[in-house]
């Protein structure tokens, strides 16, 4: 299984940016699939997951609103539609999958067996 993300930049606070991590060598529609952050001399943060069935999602409390994570199964590939952004959004985005987490560890980085390489996102003031 191996997961490639792709989308990150530069942007002006208050910009967008849609990340992508598409997924080959396994199907994503009955995965657990999550983003994840991590900021230079920060642990890695979560941001958002979808669940392997019924597409219920779930976010960090500052990225309500804000952020909305999809999964295209036709494609394979899992996305981030980033709105609003802040300066404090800046970090290097990963998106992880997992074939057999349950919904209550969908917060834990340490559960997700897949990750991919990652992609900077960098929001200047």
């Known amino acids: 299984v191996q997961l490639q993300a792709s989308g990150g930049g530069l942007v002006q606070a208050g910009g967008s940016l849609r990340l992508s991590c598409a997924v080959s060598g396994r199907t994503v529609s009955s995965s657990t699939m999550g983003w994840f952050r991590q900021a230079p001399g920060k642990e890695r943060e979560f941001v958002a997951a979808?669940?392997?069935?019924?597409?219920?999602?779930h976010y960090a409390d500052s990225m309500k609103g804000r952020f909305t994570i999809s999964r295209d199964n036709a494609k394979n590939t899992l996305y981030l539609q980033m709105n609003s952004l802040k300066p404090e959004d800046t970090a290097v985005y990963y998106c992880?999958?997992?074939?057999?987490?349950?919904?209550?560890?969908?917060?834990?980085?340490?559960?997700?067996?897949?990750w991919g390489q990652g992609t900077q996102v960098t929001v200047s003031s």
């Open positions: 979808v669940a392997r069935r019924g597409g219920n999602t």
């Open positions: 992880a999958a997992d074939w057999n987490l349950i919904w209550s560890s969908i917060p834990r980085a340490t559960e997700y067996d897949y």
